[in-house]
């Protein structure tokens, strides 16, 4: 006589947990599985980029190589969103 319902000292996986009880003998059945989680939901779409100028009113802070307008990732906000670009690069349209 050989186990082989895959159980707990089961030589084989032959048929079903607890289906071969003259050779396993009495098995306890498996904890249920537990629920799955409901999926995600999808991450909100980002803003569109709305593109930039350099045309701070402070010249000066255009190119300087540090962020000023405030948005994220900005050292300073000396200039309106937007205006200085080539240090902030894009910013979100913001509606």
């Known amino acids: 006589t050989v186990c082989d319902d895959g159980g707990p000292d089961s030589q084989f996986n032959a ?9 396993c003998g009495d098995r306890e059945p498996e904890p249920p599985l537990p629920p799955s989680l409901p999926p995600q939901p999808p991450d909100p779409p ?5 593109g930039c100028t350099n045309t701070c009113p402070s010249a000066y802070l255009i190119r300087d190589l540090t962020c000023d307008d405030g948005g994220r990732g900005s050292k300073f906000s000396d200039c309106p969103l937007g205006s200085d670009c080539d240090d902030c690069g894009e910013r979100p349209i913001i509606s």
Do not use: H, I, K, V
């Open 15 to 23: 048929c079903l947990l607890g289906t071969d009880c003259a050779d």
């Open 46 to 50: 980002s803003a569109p980029l709305g």
